[in-house]
């Protein structure tokens, strides 16, 4: 019986959002040519940001609150653009899926959920696997 109480809120942690703010990285690479690096280091000095006091774009309709951060590639015949930033998202809206405010194609856009995670491309993977492992491990203490 506490065995499967105790798997039942191992669950519930693993799938339960604590907080709405959240940092991100802010920067592009127009400006801080650091910002295109394919990893952030803690050296860079990049531009911490925290998404609750972050002015909103006044463009869009329907934001949600910001929880996570993004990584955007953008292109157009002078070349390429990397930013980081807070993930300013519209109701509906699919995951990896980014809005810009400008002529630019966007190449990739890569979001994440999580403090600074916009510091690489590959962490959002590395977490969702993390908590797949541990949802498993929980569901087999269960059974």
């Known amino acids: 019986m506490w065995k499967r109480i105790f798997g039942v809120l191992l669950i519930a ?40 006091n972050v002015a909103r774009p006044n463009i ?35 995951d990896n899926e980014c809005t810009v405010t400008h002529s630019r194609q966007v190449e990739s856009c890569f979001t994440c959920k999580g403090d600074l995670c916009n510091a690489s491309g590959a962490t959002r993977y590395l977490a969702l696997s993390a908590m797949a492992l541990f949802a498993v491990f929980a569901l087999q203490m269960v059974l």
């Open 13 to 52: 942690l693993c799938l339960m959002h604590t907080a709405t703010a959240i940092n991100c990285y802010q920067c592009k690479s127009l400006t801080d040519p650091n910002c295109a690096k394919e990893k952030l280091d803690a050296g860079s000095n990049i531009r911490q940001v925290d998404c609750d």
């Open 60 to 94: 869009m309709d329907q934001l949600q609150p910001v929880t996570k951060c993004n990584k955007v590639v953008t292109s157009d015949r002078a070349g390429v653009i990397v930013s980081r930033d807070c993930h300013f998202e519209l109701i509906g809206q699919k």
